[in-house]
């Protein structure tokens, strides 16, 4: 955070890009290094936040950070395209430039999660948010009592992350399980919504920590089924989304309820999300 | 400095002292009344109810520059801060709007833009002898004499203005105006009192908002909120017009090689101010973002800052063009919290 005025973004450089989805509303993933030194050692980021990325001249989005701190000295961004900055971001490309202001809002409690089984269900771009607990858990996965990913997308073409994912699903510290919605040829997971497959899945509650996001009407059925499995409103935590533009809580428009997304989100545990009735709106 | 009396004779000799200074005071413009810099020589009248715009637009500006920056430049100039400022014939409702959202601009992060302005602004009050036809700040913890905000304050005794100090900033100016000032005695100060007393009798509209923080979160789907903002027609008049809200915009705006970004006032009675780039839209209606804006003002804001962010200055209901009365609402409130 630029603390002199935190309005003003630092420059990064866009070190590698590539295509999570394709189609009209496609997922470009950015790596991006800070220019300035001082900014890369400086800047601290950890699971849950996001920061503001943009295009001088055309503007600025809040995006996750969908990189754990325990993969290296640069940021990730997973952007769908859809609308005038996001066009605008697509067009980027290695050696171009973006500004970067942030890391904004609260983090994942993986600290106070410690010991725990930590199962993330996530959805489409849901999942951009949550890839960061799941890279960190893993890069200290001796201080968990495991971790469980359930993530699906409408089809194998629409998941982010496919390839080191499907690398997962191989991998005996990680109970991965990727779904898409209708069958296709050469997919060899599961087929269904996500909410099924966490039934299939059946994770026990005990000692677990359940982290969701993705489409509101799938958050509602995980949440549902949730409760079905024994979970309790605070096991359950959910990351929400609305158009912010200052990102230090003054702008005004983010706010659901009482709570600033910016501020005191993104991260919500359930049972504090539940009391504000504007949260699901 | 204990208080100060000018007699109005000096009034133009008061305003030449202060010369050396940016000065604002009400003015007409096309939009009506409004704070305006007042030009060399002139010397500005004080006989005004209260301004159409308030003068929060000189420490929040509708539109202000955050950074210019060019293409082929990495750079990003920052505006070059502006000259210190004196405002005269500040209404204490809307010195206290300011009080107020100082809160929101100092919370975490501080705003540096807003901020410097409000450290080079010195407020003049002017206590209101005749309130308008929609004030309401006794209800809310203002009053036509309150000091709160300001830095000096003004009360017309008939011949002559008392002055009363009320921050340092205050007692600097007056320091600079001591030989136009005279020692006010007991007698001004009892006058004063009576004056600030009659007006607060003056005001006519009234809400107890006692209850009103804590009983708003049950009324969420209460019926009022369709019925209040059914005729609202979603132009953002009293949101823009309101001392308090302090919601903005960010957006970049290129000519040519030159681009600034810039931010610029905004309403949470605008649909765009929710949209999704998805489409989706948390506040879909007229009756949530009319809930909204009176959930935020007389609920969120208590929440967070513990003050309510209303200031009874009754612009909102001077002015708006279907008459949607947020005392009226208020009442409503009231009414369905029985």
New interface residues.
Partial sequence: ?NM??????Y?ATVEETWYETLGERAIKTFKVVFDDEEVRKSWEHFPGQCAMIGV??????MISISCSPTEGDFLRFSVMR??KV?QALHELEPGD?MTVRGPYGNKFPLEEWQGKHIITIGGGIGQAPMRPIVEYVKANYDNYGGLTMIYGARTSGDLCFKEEFEQMTEEEEVSCHLTIDIEEEKWDHNVGFVPQVLMDVSPSPENTIAITCGP?IMIRFVLENLKKLGFEDDQIYTTL???M??G??????C????MYVC?DGPVFNYATLKEI??AF? | MSAMLLNKEKWPDFIGKLAGKELWAPQVDSNGLRFAPVAEGEVPSLDFSNTRVPPKEVVFPQTET??R?K?GS?E?K?PQPGKERVLLGVRPCDARSMKIIDK??N???????YLKRREQVTLVGLACTEPGLNCFCTSVNGGPASTEGLDLLMVDLGESYFLEQVTKKGGSLLEELKELLEEAGNDSQEQKESIAGEAANKIKRSIDTEGIPAGL?GL??DPLWQRVSASCLGCGTCTYLCPTC???????E?EGQE?R?C?MW?S?MFRE??????G?N??STRR?RTR?RI??KY??YV??FDVIACVGCGRCINLCPVNIDIVDVLGQVKEALR
């Fill in positions: 955070m002199e005025n935190p309005y003003i973004p420059y001088l001249g055309v503007g600025e989005s859809m609308g996001t430039k509101p989304e609305n158009r533009k200052c230090i809580g003054k702008c005004g428009r706010n659901a309820g009482n501020k009735p504007e709106a | 955050l950074f920056f293409s990495e990003l920052q929101l601009f919370w975490d992060e501080e705003d540096p833009y979160p969420w789907e302090h919601c903005f915009d960010i957006q970049d290129t681009a970004r931010r905004d949470c101010y929710t949209l999704h780039a998805s989706h948390p506040r949530e909204n959930n935020h609920n969120y929440d967070k």
